[in-house]
């Protein structure tokens, strides 16, 4: 009795927890090797506890289901997502365990496309006519479904079954084809059909050829990228290290804070270089206050001092995050900000105003609510959260050496299909891409890695090298080939002198199409196999 009673425990909510963890260990977690089959092993557990195409004898036990895939993203939440609690202890004065127990309801958003999988099966089981719906629960079609979920669910962080194929980088030559979502696809699928030939003792032994295949196109077009070829361009990262009390105070108007966040960017930016700076970059939010920079461009008011005098100084370009005015202005200071990048470029009358690039992908929670027309009133009642206005346009930046830029503001960096919509709506390829973040609000955790590992598949996706500027690490340059330059670690205060060697380049594939690559080939492949089953069928009939 006390035997079988552990038993149904230890299956019914242990498993799920490690297949969670399981699921983490594809991810960079601190001072722990990256596993790379260890998500997909999670996968595979968790799904053969819900008895995924053993629909025919289950029993439909939506409460027990969900609670099954609710402890398997507890369990991601709490090995990879340590940063969520962490923040609600400093940020929220929340204490242990109070802020594990909060932080627990992240767990609803971090891996929603398994959810969206149980209400998928839950649905299905009611309708009568099976056959009408057949489709769906193939594995290949089950495959792409949990691609989609992937792609559309909202997620705290967007980690996605084929993020962990970048530990093979150079050796991932389809990323620029079909970016994550392929791999995913490929990944799911080979979980699925191990899954079905468990349930049904029945192989599928053609797909070992799509899968071979995949895996050889990826070794035998190995991404490339030589960062000694084309023109040079003499960057330089300012990681000042700010910590977040110093920062906010400064915000304030803390005379004494502003002083000290001041005199760290002039010591950094003006430091001595070996060689010419072309282009000097400072991170999110870097200037406290609140600036219009309508007034610099259309009236040619003055620029701030401190900008002019790194100018004469350093005749270098500089790029900086901060806050925009924006049009309109409310009691509750609703959406009266931009989070903003401004690029200021060095010319033969000095320094002058460029264009402005305001964030358009805002963190829910952080810098807004998700709930649309409700966000005002409830904006009036939650106070601690920033509420920045959404920004619109998608700027392409020029530095005075004719090379191109655009700019994505932290989070942004994380949604591939974002990143898409702002190449495609510039009107040039641009040479590289800078993403300018603040990862200090979530303590030295795993955050600043994972942060860092999937940016970096916007690199190989788009052939795009780019430009990492933090206010407290991690600093470097992504390559498209899944290479890193030298890099300022978390909690340094430190320059980074690199020079980006920087060429024209061409839209990829997945830069083109995007999803639909991945689409293409679920239709090519489930076209392929449903004529093989139905010539077998025929051949069998044909024996009878």
Known sequence: MIRSMIKKIFLNYIVPLLAGCFYAFGFPLKEIPLLFFAPMLGVFVVCYGINLFDLTVRKVDLKKDLLRIFLFSLGGCFLGYNWVPETLRIFGDIVFPFNYMLGSLASFIILPQFFALIFTLYFYSFIKQKRILDFLMKPLSLALLMVLFEEFLPQIFPTHLGHPYLIFAPYLGLAPYGGVPLFSLLSFWAIFEILKFIRTKKINKWIFLPISFFILLNIIMPLRFNPEEGKGLQLRLAQVNIESYLKLASEKGNSDAVREVFGNYVELSLRPSEKPIDLLIWPETAYPYTVESKLWKNTGKALPTLFIQIGQKTRADLVWGGYEVAASTNENDFETTYNALFHFAYTDVGMIFNDVYHKIRLIPFGETLPFGPLNPFLGSVIRNISYFKKGEDFKSFTTRKESRFISVICYEILFSSFVREYLNKVEKPPHFLINLTNDSWYG???????????????????????????????????????????????????????????????????????LWITMGVWFILSLIFSVRWKNLRAINREDE
């Open 444 to 514: 030295d955790t795993n955050e600043p890695l994972q942060h860092l590992f999937l940016a970096k598949w916007r690199a190989l996706e788009y052939d795009l090298p780019i430009v990492r500027s933090t206010n407290s690490g991690i600093s470097s340059i992504l390559y498209p080939d899944g290479s890193e330059s030298a890099r300022l670690p978390y909690g340094v205060k430190d320059i980074l002198d690199l020079e980006l060697k920087l060429k024209e380049r061409t839209p990829t594939i997945y830069e083109r199409f995007g």
